[in-house]
């Protein structure tokens, strides 16, 4: 584990911040946007990282939340104008929620290859459906001309048309949903959740209302997944049915990993490597796909503890002096998979994960 | 809908119902007795539809074309269990969702880069061209038919090797306790190795059969994973019996669906899979429901 002192890490936290602040007005509108662009991605990562890190279940239908809250940006907005901001937005999320909880209750009564297998049919239910009907402009997608805008009594508060304004406006929910992660990590909710990930028969005996516990964590991380899809719909003024595919889920799904599964702010930092990767790789190769899928191959046999474990290998050990860095669990679990790469066969999630020691 | 109308579009379910369950039935083996997820099954269909319009295209014979390309994939299929899959076997979901997602944009990219991203279509061998009139307006395609032969002869085999050989017993066994069956000395490893190129294969076989009744297009894997893999939620996980169940509803369900509502006949196929998930959350002929 690499753990910096307290201080040193609120200085880091500060100085990040301040530099993410203060991008529009350094860089050219070209990276304002492909920042706001990363930030969305890494708002997915982070919301899928609620269900697949600390809930143990490999959901692969997030990519249809982030979508139809995209879609729900674009039915509501308006031929002349834009949409606005605090109507949009709640019903959009709202939505996502109800369509959430019922794919959840439904899929939550599924284990282990089960559980993904039936994400990944639910999450392209939505995909044709937007793909095959008439409601949101067949395979061609939507356009969405306005920006929502952001009113107080009439009168237009900030002008999102502008890219920088945008781009603060994502950082600022970014901030936002980091903190609210961390506080659901470290709540009593977020402890049952992942007591029930690590042994689900302890925790039922415990009396802890694991499928309730499941479902919530599922709808939360979605309706996050989904304020993601709006903004980036908003961005790009644009929604088309792969929005909702589950080749965008599996994409965040390695964003997770790759930026480790056992932190909140893990998924965030993978989702940046991989868009900037995805960005050097498309302007570099013609066939970028194939080297990314061999990217994905190689992360999953050599780095399995994502690039943390890449940072471990190259930066010195230090001693375990200090307490947790902010974005380790407050217990000092090492990852998951870094503890699964050390000691194969050993890992107690085997055991809840692993549907075929039928019972 | 007059009764022939109705007969067709029955054969018409059915044949879609066994396609179905070719492809499936390879992924519910490699689930239920390696235990590997595999979300680039339906990437192979598609690569198996490539493979029979390349050859086919060089060959001008559809047959050979269905020789290579199953034969191709199989050997495909051994050397990606001896490189990747079997590093897979024990590993937590995760990783195996993450490798075959990675396999499936290597294999679209090969894919491209060998035969382009073209719509095309293949030809039915002569001896299978033509329909049979039923009446003055109404026939049916000779190929159609004997597709649901085909398929219902592999049907017959596959179950008869799972049920009568002694592969089968091995599989079978494999399947009830990997670790017992490894443990009494039997040859588990080597089995593994068979059966996911055999699963390989079948998906590829279930490419090139519906080769030349419709088009070969890059995106065509993607929609048969799918429904493999509600036809697998169906049936059961490692249930070959219940994949056959499943894949002939969902083809029954899907074709149908596509004549009384034309526009919602994907969504009603999923509600059909939310109902029996509802009812038995560990597929019709799954264990522990």
Known sequence: ?359 | MDALTFAVQLLNGLQYGLVLFLVASGLTLVFGILGVINLAHGAFYMLGAYLAWWIAAYTGSFMLALIGGVAISFVLGLLLEEIFVKRMIGRDHLAQVLLSFGLILVIDEVRQILFGKDVHSVAPPAWLKGSIQLTDILSYPVYRIALCVVCLVLAALIFFVIQRTRLGMIIRAGAENRDMTRALGIPFDKVNRYVFAGGIALAALGGILVSPISTVFPGMGDGMLILSFVVVVLGGIGSVAGAAIGALMIGLTDTFGKVFFPQFSSILIYVLMAGILLWRPNGLMGKGN
């Open chain 1, 1 to 359: 584990m690499i753990r910096l002192h307290p201080t040193m890490l609120r200085g880091l936290v500060a100085l990040t911040l301040i530099a993410a602040a203060a991008l529009p007005l350094l860089a050219p509108n070209y990276y304002v946007q492909f920042a706001s662009k990363a930030m969305l991605m890494g708002m997915v990562a982070l919301s899928l990282n609620l269900v697949v890190g600390y809930g143990g279940l490999v959901s692969l239908c997030h990519a249809a939340f982030f979508g139809l809250a995209g879609y729900m940006l674009g039915f509501m907005t308006p031929e002349s104008g834009g949409a606005s901001f605090w109507l949009s937005l709640p019903v959009a999320l709202l939505a996502v929620a109800v369509v959430a909880a019922i794919i959840g209750a439904l899929s939550l009564r599924t284990r282990g290859i089960y559980f993904i297998m039936v994400t990944l049919a639910f999450g392209e239910m939505l995909f044709y459906l937007f793909h095959d009907t008439k409601i949101g402009g067949g395979s061609d997608g939507m356009y969405i001309y306005f920006k929502p805008e952001i009113a107080l009594a009439g009168f237009p508060l900030i002008d999102l048309e502008k890219s920088s304004n945008f781009y603060w406006l994502v950082l600022a929910m970014l901030v936002g949903a980091i903190l609210l992660m961390t506080a659901i990590v470290k709540s009593p909710f977020g402890h049952a959740l992942q007591a029930a990930r690590d042994n689900e028969k302890r925790a039922l005996s415990l009396g802890f209302p694991v499928f309730r516990l499941r479902l919530v964590a599922f709808v939360v991380s979605a309706v996050i997944a989904g304020l993601a899809g709006y903004l980036s719909a908003a961005q790009f003024g644009f929604v088309a049915p792969q929005m909702l595919g589950w080749h965008l889920s599996a994409t965040v799904l390695v964003m997770v990993v790759l930026g480790g599964m056992s932190s909140v702010l893990g998924p965030v930092i993978g989702a940046f490597a991989l868009i900037g990767l995805e960005e050097i790789l498309k302007s570099s190769f013609e066939h970028w796909k194939l080297i990314k899928g061999l990217i994905i191959i190689a992360i999953v046999f050599a780095l399995p503890g994502g690039i943390r474990q890449l940072a471990e290998l190259v930066l010195p050990r230090r001693g375990d002096e200090g307490p947790p860095a902010a974005g380790t669990p407050a217990d000092g679990t090492p990852d998951p998979a870094i503890r699964r790469a050390e000691a194969p066969g050993t890992n107690p999630q085997a055991q809840t994960r692993g549907e075929f020691q039928h019972v």
